[in-house]
Structures are given as structure tokens and as C-alpha cells.
């Protein structure tokens, strides 16, 4: 049974996780860079400690800082919210081998999902239904094309190793497809070190779920 929760994320979502464990009789850590001192998450944990300056490199996103500050506080588990480690594998992982509960999926989940194209692929071999695409990662503005012909524009690119926007391009003609290809190979190489894409059938008006 989970005692007390190191909550390693800030603003809104912080604040749902401890409210909600407080609901539950659990008690919460919170952590905080130098900027955030006085954030109104800080105020509703029973605990707090400050993991590094306003940098979020130096602070939500320094795996050791984190731990000691869970280690200090005697946290048997750790809750990472959304955004900053809650998609880090290797986080995952270094919790479970210190003992600390990771609330949230195992490595090998966080690791597969991290690729779009292989959760993709993952997903259709489930059965579960998958929005009209490539079955690959792109190799060239040809095959995207063929892709694109085949599914029908408008089409959207993707970068396979992020998310956030980055390294997508919404396409409504081979001639916008062409062009918008490398410019979103360069920005996903440069978001996520990796210049993968793939291609989904545009949806207007989508919402996440």
C-alpha cells in the first residue's frame, strides 16, 4: 500500500494528483524549482523540496534531484504527472530499481508508445482500430507520396520519435506534401534527435479523448 507520493510535475496537474491523494488518506511530497517556490502546489502537499533553479533541465527534468528529494522524504512512490519525465523510460525504470513505486505504465510500454510508428503498429496487431497511414517510417518524398495518393489528402505528417506539435505538417496537395517533408525532418532531428516521419489521414476538427 502506497504511504506518500512524490508528485514530480507542477501547476495544474500537481494539484490533481495531491488533492487526489489526499482524498485517498495519502500523503504528497512536493517538488519545485527556485521559481516555483510559492506555486499554490508547494502549499496543498504535507511536504516540499526544492530540486534545482527555474531551468526545468536543472530541476523537473533532473532524474537524481528527484530521487533524493524522494529518498529525504521517505516517498515509497513517485507520481510524474504529464509532460517532462512522465514518458521517460529510463525514469521508469531507475524507480523501480530504487524500490520507489513509478505510478504510471511499465518501461517497455513507455518505450514502444514513445515511437509513434511502432505504437502504430502495436495497436493494429491488437485489433484495435488506427487511424488510415503508413505502415513504415517514410524513406523519401516518393514514397510519401504514393502513401498519401493511397489514403487520400489532406494528409498530416508526423515526426515518430515526439509529440507537442513538433515535426507535424498538414498537407492538402503532393506539391504542399514536397515541400513541407524535409522542413519537418529538420525540425523533429532537431526536437527529438531523430528525423523520423510517417503520415496519417488529416481529421479536421479531432479532439483528444
Same mark, same amino acid.
Given at each position: @500500500? =502506497? *504511504?506518500?507520493? /512524490?508528485?514530480?510535475?507542477?501547476?495544474? !496537474?500537481?494539484?490533481?494528483?495531491? %488533492?487526489?491523494? %489526499?482524498?485517498?488518506?495519502?500523503?504528497?511530497?512536493?517538488? &519545485?524549482?527556485?521559481?516555483?517556490?510559492?506555486?499554490?502546489?508547494?502549499?496543498?502537499?504535507?511536504?516540499?523540496?526544492?530540486?534545482?533553479?527555474?531551468?526545468? *533541465?536543472e530541476? $523537473?527534468?533532473?532524474?537524481?534531484?528527484?530521487?533524493?528529494?524522494?529518498? =529525504?522524504?521517505?516517498?515509497?512512490?513517485?507520481?510524474?504527472? $504529464?509532460? +517532462?519525465?512522465?514518458?521517460?523510460?529510463? +525514469?521508469?525504470? =531507475?524507480?523501480?530499481? *530504487?524500490? !520507489?513505486? +513509478?505510478?504510471?505504465?511499465?518501461?517497455?510500454?513507455?518505450? /514502444? @508508445?514513445?515511437?509513434?510508428?511502432? #505504437?502504430?503498429?502495436? @495497436?493494429?496487431?491488437?485489433?484495435?482500430?488506427?487511424?488510415?497511414?503508413?505502415?513504415?517510417?517514410i524513406?523519401?518524398?516518393?514514397?510519401?507520396?504514393?502513401?498519401?495518393q493511397?489514403?487520400?489528402?489532406?494528409?498530416?505528417?508526423?515526426?515518430?520519435?515526439?509529440?507537442?506539435?513538433?515535426? @507535424? %505538417?498538414?498537407? %492538402?496537395t503532393?506539391?504542399? /506534401?514536397?515541400?513541407? /517533408?524535409?522542413?519537418?525532418?529538420n525540425?523533429?532531428?532537431? #526536437? +527529438?534527435?531523430?528525423?523520423?516521419? &510517417?503520415?496519417?489521414? &488529416?481529421? *479536421?476538427?479531432?479532439?483528444?479523448?
Open positions: @500500500m =502506497i *504511504s506518500k507520493i /512524490l508528485v514530480a510535475n507542477r501547476g495544474e !496537474i500537481a494539484l490533481r494528483v495531491i %488533492r487526489s491523494a %489526499r482524498e485517498l488518506g495519502i500523503k504528497t511530497v512536493a517538488v &519545485y524549482s527556485q521559481a516555483d517556490k510559492t506555486s499554490l502546489h508547494t502549499m496543498l502537499a504535507e511536504e516540499k523540496v526544492c530540486i534545482g533553479p527555474a531551468k526545468a *533541465s530541476s $523537473y527534468l533532473n532524474i537524481p534531484n528527484i530521487l533524493s528529494a524522494a529518498e =529525504i522524504t521517505k516517498a515509497d512512490a513517485i507520481h510524474p504527472g $504529464y509532460g +517532462f519525465l512522465a514518458e521517460n523510460p529510463r +525514469f521508469a525504470e =531507475i524507480c523501480e530499481t *530504487s524500490g !520507489i513505486t +513509478f505510478i504510471g505504465p511499465q518501461a517497455s510500454i513507455i518505450r /514502444l @508508445m514513445g515511437d509513434k510508428n511502432k #505504437a502504430r503498429q502495436a @495497436m493494429k496487431k491488437a485489433g484495435l482500430p488506427v487511424i488510415p497511414g503508413s505502415d513504415k517510417i524513406e523519401d518524398a516518393a514514397d510519401a507520396k504514393k502513401i498519401a493511397k489514403i487520400g489528402f489532406p494528409v498530416i505528417i508526423k515526426a515518430a520519435a515526439g509529440g507537442g506539435g513538433k515535426g @507535424m %505538417r498538414i498537407c %492538402r503532393a506539391v504542399q /506534401l514536397e515541400e513541407q /517533408l524535409p522542413i519537418a525532418q525540425e523533429a532531428k532537431s #526536437a +527529438f534527435g531523430d528525423s523520423s516521419l &510517417y503520415i496519417e489521414k &488529416y481529421i *479536421s476538427g479531432a479532439h483528444h479523448i
